[in-house]
């Protein structure tokens, strides 16, 4: 587990990160096959990344049955229960033959088990999910395992939380795409990705432009990141500041210290602290009014009427409603299809264009895919 929580804070993306992080897995919880890794709009719960090397692509009749299909518990109702662990055994009552996602996407490569766990950090907003697999005859993940598994959880959502950060600082999606600096421990700047002055300029106090002097919050998450490092397996804890910039909106910095043998730096990420970006997306494409989308996240999300009516302070009738303006200006009959159909459109173009970034060795990214993009 040191080994997890240290590898978050050494500056990896999220490709690099899982794929050290594999073996202290697989000590913890022992498992056949390579896992899959997948990342989560935390907005909505839906899949934005694959990796697994043996499956660089997931096939089409996979992500079918995920959102299109009542099976076995899909990642978004994972990750949003309280207990965000699940194994194929449990949904089945022990006949894994019953799902469809056995017969199609398990057995035929020799698979009998799978577990699947939500990844959410330490606030709990869901970053990610991972699947485990064990072949015939192995002995089923059991309690000891599965909670093993939950305290490694918040170590893997946070460093690929920060991996998909890093990814997008280094090979910016747009305009608003994070900023990262890379600071040595007498807080002189190493190095820092292109667009990083602009987020400096942005940031109160500090006098980049004329005198190339950091902003105070910069720094103070920098000396707190470097404070609580206490060596190389000791990487202490993620320093965090939120800060209203002299155009009005927030941004969110993070800091974390950067340990090696030799050295001690810290790397922070600024960024803007926007809201899901699901949500422009979703009024852009169909007109939705801001309670229809508040409404239509929670659906992505696996909510139930009665959730929805107690998050958003409603009736369940009034909730009815707006799904039933919702289901009419998407042109869809139900819940499953609604989440079917926003997958499909804003959401399998950032997977697929994340497979080929993996296979052309560049950074995963988050989110749905630009609207004008998707065109």
Not at 348 to 375: M, T
Request: glycine content about 8%; aromatic content about 8%; charged content about 25%.
């Amino acid at each position: 587990m040191d080994r997890v929580a240290w590898l978050a804070t050494q500056g990896l993306d999220a490709v690099t990160f899982w794929r050290e992080a594999t073996e202290s897995l697989t000590r913890a919880v022992p498992h056949d096959f390579t896992p899959c890794w997948w990342t989560l709009d935390p907005a909505s719960l839906l899949m934005t990344s694959h990796f697994n090397p043996g499956f660089p692509e997931v096939p089409r009749e996979w992500l079918d049955i995920e959102y299109y299909e009542e099976d076995v518990k899909t990642f978004a109702e994972v990750a949003r229960s309280e207990r965000p662990v699940a194994t194929l055994h449990e949904t089945t009552g022990g006949h894994p033959r019953r799902s469809r996602w056995y017969r199609v996407a398990l057995e035929p490569h020799g698979a009998e088990q799978e577990l699947r766990a939500g990844l959410r950090t330490n606030d709990g907003v869901p970053w990610a999910a991972l699947s485990l697999y064990r072949e015939p005859g192995r002995p089923e993940f059991d309690t000891d395992e599965l909670a093993l598994l939950l305290e490694l959880a918040p170590y893997l959502a946070d460093g690929t939380r920060r991996g998909l950060l890093i990814g997008e600082a280094s090979d910016p999606d747009g305009p608003d795409a994070p900023g990262l600096l890379v600071l040595a421990a007498d807080l002189g700047i190493e190095s820092m990705t292109a667009g990083v002055e602009r987020w400096l300029a942005e940031l109160p106090d500090g006098d980049w432009a004329a005198k190339q002097r950091l902003p105070s919050a910069v720094l103070a998450v920098a000396r707190r990141a470097l404070r609580t490092a206490g060596g190389v397996h000791a990487p202490g804890e993620i320093a965090l500041a939120r800060v209203l910039s002299q155009t009005g909106r927030w941004i969110v910095l993070h800091g974390a210290a950067l340990v090696s043998d030799r050295s001690r730096r810290a790397a922070v990420i600024i960024e803007p602290a926007h809201p899901g970006r699901i949500a422009p997306l979703l009024m852009a494409a169909y007109g939705l009014s801001e309670r229809e989308q508040q409404v239509t996240r929670l659906v992505l999300q696996g909510a139930s009427t009665a959730e929805i009516a107690e998050r958003l302070f409603l009736s369940t009738h009034t909730v009815q409603d707006h799904l039933k303006s919702v289901f009419e200006k998407t042109d869809v009959r139900s819940r499953r299809e609604l989440v079917g159909n926003l997958f499909f459109a804003h959401y399998e173009p950032r997977l697929r264009d994340n497979e080929r970034r993996v296979i052309a060795g560049k950074p995963v990214r988050g989110g749905p895919f630009p609207s004008d993009a998707a065109q």
